[in-house]
C-alpha cells in the first residue's frame, strides 16, 4: 500500500541533513576566524559570559534586575562594537561568520507559517524526477521523438468498416487527443488504455507524450508491466538490491505520470492483480494520471483481469483504438 509518510521522511531527513551542513560549515568558519585573528575569540567568551559575570552582583544585593539588565545590555552592545572595530580592522565584516541558507525564506526547515514552503515541494518534485529517472525504460530516442514529427503515411485512408474511420483519420484523433492531454496535463484529470495489434503505433505515441512531459519538467515513469510488477513483487517480499527501494516504490504510486507499457505480457497470479488494482485504483483516486499501453483489446482485459481490474479501465480511462497494418513491417518494405 502507498504510503506518503517514507517520502516525507526522507524529505524531512535532507532538512536535517542541510542543517547539520550548515552547522559544521558555520562553525569551521569561526575557528578560521579565531586563528587569524585570537583577540575575536577572546570578546565571544566576554560577550557569552557576561551575564553571569554580572548576575551575581545581584546576589549581593548592590543592584536591582533592572538596572543589572540595562547594564548587561550596554556591556554586550559595547563588545559587539569592539568585535566589529576588530573584524573591520582586518578587512573582515560580520558576515564572514554568516552561512547561507540554501532557502531564505523557510530558512531551510521546509515550513513557512505552518505551510509547505516551495522549496520543500521542489525536493519532493527533484526526487520523484530521479526516482522517475532510476526505474524507468524511457525509449531511448525519446528526445528525438515529438509530436511535429509523426509520420502518419503509414496508416491507410481508406475506411475500417470496424471503427467506420479510416486507420489513418483514427491515427491522427488519437495523437490529437494525446497532445491535448499533454496540453492540459496538470490542469485537467485523465487516463488513457492505448490498445492494438503490435506494430500500430502506441509505444512511439507514448514516446512523444513522454518527450513533452519530461521537457516540461514533469515525473514520468515509463516501464513495461512486466518489469514494473517484478520490481513491486521485489520490494513486498524484500528481494530488491536497488538502493531506496521503498522509496522507489512509492514513487511509481506517486509520479506525476505513470505509463505502463506492454499491458497484459506480466505473469499474471492473484498477487500481481492485487497490486494491479491497487495500484490503479490508489492513483484514480489520488487523480494522478495513467498511460496503459496494450495489445488486449476490452474483451481480453474482462478475461484476463479480475472484474475490479476491467471495471476500473472502461470506466476510468479514456479509450483510443489503434488499427492499421504493422508500421514495422511497411518501414522494412519501403526500404527494400
Same mark, same amino acid.
Given at each position: ?11 524531512? #531527513? *535532507? ?13 569551521e %568558519? ?8 585570537p !583577540?575575536?575569540? +577572546?570578546?565571544? %567568551? *566576554? ?7 554580572? #548576575? ?7 543592584? #536591582?534586575s533592572s538596572?543589572?539588565e ?5 556591556e554586550? $552592545? ?5 568585535r566589529?572595530?576588530v573584524? %573591520?580592522?582586518?578587512?573582515? #565584516?560580520?558576515?564572514?561568520f ?9 530558512? +531551510? ?20 524526477? *530521479?526516482?522517475a529517472?532510476?526505474i ?5 530516442d ?10 502518419f ?8 468498416d470496424?471503427?467506420?474511420?479510416s ?9 490529437r487527443?494525446?497532445? +491535448? ?6 490542469? $485537467?484529470y485523465e ?15 507514448t $514516446? ?7 521537457? $516540461? ?10 518489469k514494473?510488477?517484478?520490481?513491486l !513483487? +521485489?520490494?513486498?517480499?524484500m528481494?530488491?538490491?536497488l ?8 514513487a ?32 484514480i ?5 495513467t ?8 474483451r481480453?482485459?474482462?478475461?484476463t483481469?479480475t ?13 483510443l483504438?489503434?488499427?492499421? !497494418? ?6 522494412k518494405?519501403r526500404s527494400?
Open positions: 500500500m502507498f504510503n506518503t509518510g517514507v517520502i516525507e521522511k526522507h524529505i524531512t #531527513s *535532507e532538512y536535517a541533513r542541510l542543517e547539520q551542513v550548515r552547522k559544521d560549515l558555520a562553525q %568558519r569561526q575557528s578560521t576566524v579565531y586563528s587569524l585573528i !583577540e575575536i575569540a +577572546d570578546i565571544d %567568551r *566576554e560577550i557569552a559570559t557576561v551575564g553571569i559575570r554580572l #548576575s551575581s552582583r545581584i546576589i549581593d544585593g548592590g543592584v #536591582s538596572a543589572l540595562d547594564e548587561i545590555k550596554a554586550i $552592545s559595547a563588545l559587539k562594537q569592539r566589529a572595530d573584524l %573591520r580592522a582586518h578587512n573582515m #565584516s560580520e558576515d564572514v554568516d552561512v547561507p541558507y540554501q532557502c531564505a525564506l523557510c530558512k +531551510d526547515t521546509g515550513t513557512v507559517d505552518g505551510k509547505k514552503c516551495i522549496c520543500y515541494k521542489q525536493k519532493v518534485k527533484k526526487f520523484m524526477t *530521479e526516482a529517472s532510476r524507468s525504460n524511457i525509449p531511448i525519446f528526445e528525438n521523438t515529438g509530436f511535429k514529427k509523426v509520420d503515411s503509414f496508416y491507410s485512408k481508406e475506411v475500417d470496424k471503427i467506420g474511420v486507420p489513418y483519420d483514427n491515427a491522427r484523433n488519437i495523437y487527443t494525446c497532445l +491535448d492531454f499533454c496540453k492540459n496535463f496538470g490542469k $485537467s487516463n488513457l488504455y492505448i490498445y492494438g495489434p503490435a506494430g500500430v503505433g502506441k509505444t512511439h505515441l $514516446s512523444c507524450v513522454v518527450a513533452e512531459l519530461i521537457n $516540461s519538467g514533469h515525473a514520468v515513469i515509463y516501464q513495461t508491466a512486466y514494473l510488477f517484478s520490481f !513483487e +521485489d520490494c513486498r517480499f528481494r530488491s538490491n538502493p531506496d527501494a521503498e522509496l522507489l516504490k512509492n511509481v504510486y506517486d509520479c506525476d505520470l505513470l505509463i505502463i507499457d506492454d499491458f497484459g505480457t506480466e505473469f499474471i497470479t492473484s498477487y500481481t492483480q492485487a497490486v494491479l488494482f491497487d495500484l490503479i485504483n490508489t492513483r483516486l489520488e487523480k494522478r494520471p498511460i496503459i499501453n496494450s495489445n488486449l483489446n476490452l481480453d482485459v474482462r478475461s483481469y472484474d475490479r481490474i476491467s471495471s476500473r479501465i472502461m470506466g476510468e480511462f479514456t479509450l483504438r489503434f488499427v492499421g !497494418e504493422d508500421i514495422r513491417l511497411l518501414k518494405e527494400i
